[in-house]
C-alpha cells in the first residue's frame, strides 16, 4: 500500500515537471534541455529556507519566485539563440546550476547534500504521512494541469503555438517573439521549481547528483511519450515511465542481477524511445484539429 | 504611403537594392514588377524590417520605419505575406487567423487573469470577423481543419485572410497568385478589390502581367536592384527599357 501510495506521489510530481516543459517544448517549441536547473533550484530554496525555520508559505513562494527569477535572467542571453544553438546553451545552464549546488558549500553543503528537509505545513495542516502528502501532490497538480490550460487555450497561448510553428510568420504579423518566448520559458520554469520544492520535501534529502542531464532527460522523455502539444500527454506519460522506473526499483530480482538494474533501466528506456520514433513520432496522444473532415478539400 | 528614398542593400559583392527611390502617393494599388533576381523581394524585407538597409530611409505615413525590428513594422500598420507560403501548419484555419489581430488583450499574462471579460468579449469580436474572412475566401468549410491539410491554393488565401485580419493599413503582397489556378487567382483578385474599396493599401509583388493590369493603378519596374521605370501598368507594358529587361533584347 505504501509503494502505491509512493508511486503516484512521484508520478504528480512528475506530471507537473513535465506538463510545466510541455509548454516549453509542446507549445512554444523551446527544447529546453536544462530544466532541471529549475527544478533544482525550486528543490533548493524551499529546503535551504525551511532548514533556517522559515514557514513552509513563504519557502514555496519563495521557491517559485526563485525558479522564475533565474528562468527569467537565463532566458534572456539563451533566447537569442535558435533552436539548436539555444538547447546547447540551455544544456549548458543545466550544468552550470548543478555545478553551483556542487560547489557553493557554504550555501548547499556541496555534495553532502542537504538531510533532514522538514514535511510541509502548509496553513495550519501538516503533510507528513504518504496519504496526506499524497493528497498535497494531487491538490498542486490539479493546479497546475488547470492554470497551465487556462493559458494554453488563451489567446497568449494560440501565440506560443504560432511561434512554435512559424517564427517568422509571426513576426510579420507583428507579435514580439522574444518576448513570448521569454513569458513561455518563466512560466515553466516556475511549475518545474514547483515540482522540485514538492519532490525535495517529500524524499527529504537532496543532493547536486540528483539534478543531472538525466533527469531532464527523463522528463523530456514523458513529455515527447505522453505527447507533447496536448494537454493529457504529459499526465499519460508520467504514469507510464515513472510506474515503470518505480516499479523496477522494488523488483525482486535474484542478487545475483541485482547490478544489472540500473543499466537495464536506461537501455529499456533508450529502447523505448527508439520504438516510439519509428512508430509514433507524435506520443501517445497526438495534437489534433477539431473535425476530420479532411476529404472535403479535394472536392474543391 | 510608403516613400523610399535610396535604399541599398548588398550581401558581400552583389547589389541586391541599389539607390532605390519610389513613392506609392495614394495609389491604392501598386504593383512591383522586375525580372527574377531583380531585388523585389529584397525590398520588401528591407520595408517590412527583416533586412536593415545599408543606405536611405523608408517611411511609412511620413514616418520613418527603417532600422524598426519586423514586429515593429507590422504593428505600424504594415503587414506582409511572403513567396513562400508561411501558414502555421498544425494550427487550424480558425486558430491561423485569430493570431493575426494586433494588441490582443489576451497576450498580457496579467490581463488574462484580471481582465477575463474583456479578453472573452474581443475573442469573441475576433472570432466573428475571422469567420466573416474566412467566408470570403471561401474556406468556411475547412475552419477546423489543420492548415497543412489545405491545398496550396488554399493556403495562399489564408494567408491573404490573415494578412487582411491584422487589420493594416498596407499589405504587402509576395507573388500573391503564383503557382495556382486561374479560378483561385479570380477569387484572389475579388478579394483584393473588395479590400481597397475597404480603404485599404496594398503593394504587389506579381509576375502574371493580366493580374497586375486588372489590379495597379502604379507599377514600378525593378532590374538588377534598380528602378527603371516607373507609370500606369498600360504605358509600362510598353516601355523599351522594361520590355529589355524582361526579354534581354
Known amino acids: 500500500m505504501d509503494l502505491f501510495l509512493h508511486l503516484w506521489i512521484m508520478i504528480l510530481i512528475y506530471t507537473i515537471f513535465a506538463m510545466s516543459l510541455n509548454l516549453e517544448v509542446g507549445y512554444t517549441g523551446l527544447f529546453n534541455f536544462g530544466h532541471v536547473a529549475f527544478f533544482g533550484i525550486g528543490a533548493y530554496t524551499s529546503a535551504l529556507l525551511t532548514l533556517h525555520q522559515v514557514p513552509f508559505e513563504l519557502a514555496f513562494a519563495a521557491a517559485l519566485i526563485a525558479a522564475g527569477l533565474s528562468g527569467f535572467f537565463l532566458s534572456i542571453p539563451s533566447l537569442r539563440l535558435r533552436g539548436d544553438y539555444f538547447g546547447i546553451a540551455t544544456l549548458g545552464f543545466g550544468e552550470i546550476i548543478r555545478m553551483i549546488f556542487q560547489n557553493e558549500v557554504w550555501l548547499t553543503k556541496g555534495p553532502m547534500g542537504l538531510p533532514g528537509i522538514p514535511k510541509p505545513v502548509l496553513f495550519s495542516c501538516r503533510f507528513a504521512t504518504l496519504p496526506q502528502y499524497l493528497l498535497l501532490t494531487l491538490g498542486f497538480a490539479i493546479l497546475t494541469f488547470l492554470v497551465l490550460r487556462f493559458i494554453i487555450r488563451s489567446p497568449l497561448g494560440r501565440i506560443f503555438k504560432a511561434i512554435r510553428e512559424d517564427e517568422v510568420a509571426s513576426t510579420a504579423l507583428g507579435k514580439n517573439v522574444f518576448h513570448f518566448r521569454i513569458k513561455s520559458f518563466v512560466i515553466g520554469s516556475v511549475f518545474a521549481g514547483l515540482a ?105 | 504611403m510608403l516613400e523610399l528614398n535610396g535604399v541599398n542593400k548588398s550581401f558581400g559583392g552583389i547589389q541586391a537594392v541599389s539607390h532605390c527611390t519610389l513613392n506609392t502617393k495614394e495609389y491604392k494599388i501598386s504593383g512591383l514588377i522586375g525580372p527574377n533576381g531583380s531585388g523585389k523581394t529584397t525590398l520588401f524585407n528591407l520595408v517590412t524590417g527583416f533586412i536593415p538597409p545599408d543606405h536611405g530611409e523608408i517611411h511609412f505615413q511620413g514616418k520613418r520605419i527603417d532600422g524598426l525590428l519586423p514586429h515593429e513594422v507590422a504593428i505600424r500598420g504594415i503587414v506582409r505575406t511572403f513567396q513562400i507560403t508561411r501558414i502555421l501548419p498544425k494550427m487550424t484555419v480558425l486558430e491561423n487567423m485569430l493570431i493575426a489581430p494586433p494588441h490582443q488583450t489576451g497576450e498580457k499574462f496579467g490581463s488574462l487573469w484580471f481582465k477575463q471579460k474583456a479578453v472573452k468579449k474581443e475573442e469573441g469580436e475576433n472570432r466573428k470577423k475571422a469567420l466573416e474572412l474566412i467566408d470570403l475566401v471561401r474556406l468556411s468549410h475547412l475552419k477546423d481543419q489543420f492548415a497543412e491539410n489545405l491545398s496550396y491554393g488554399q493556403q495562399k488565401l489564408l494567408e491573404l485572410a490573415r494578412g487582411l485580419m491584422a487589420d493594416p493599413k498596407m499589405i504587402l503582397l509576395d507573388e500573391p497568385t503564383a503557382g495556382i489556378n486561374p479560378i483561385m487567382i479570380k477569387t484572389i483578385m475579388e478579394l483584393i478589390l473588395k479590400m481597397k474599396e475597404w480603404g485599404m493599401f496594398f503593394f504587389i509583388i506579381e509576375h502574371n502581367m493580366d493580374v497586375v493590369i486588372e489590379l495597379c493603378e502604379w507599377v514600378f519596374v525593378l532590374d538588377n536592384g534598380e528602378k527603371i521605370a516607373e507609370g500606369r501598368p498600360r504605358e509600362i507594358q510598353n516601355d523599351p527599357r522594361v520590355i529589355e529587361a524582361y526579354l534581354g533584347v
Open chain 1, 196 to 300: 522540485g520544492t514538492l519532490w525535495g520535501h517529500y524524499i527529504t534529502f537532496i543532493s547536486p547528483g540528483d539534478f543531472t542531464l538525466l533527469e531532464t532527460i527523463l522528463v523530456l522523455l514523458i513529455v515527447v511519450l505522453g505527447g507533447k502539444g496536448t494537454e493529457w500527454g504529459p499526465v499519460l506519460g508520467a504514469i507510464v515511465l515513472i510506474f515503470f522506473q518505480e516499479s523496477l526499483r522494488f523488483l525482486r530480482l535474484p542478487a545475483e542481477w541485482a547490478h544489472y538494474l540500473a543499466p537495464l533501466q536506461q537501455m529499456i528506456f533508450g529502447g523505448l524511445l527508439v520504438l516510439l520514433m519509428i512508430f509514433r513520432p507524435e506520443g501517445i496522444l497526438r495534437e489534433k484539429g477539431k473535425s476530420t473532415d479532411v476529404g472535403t478539400k479535394r472536392c474543391q
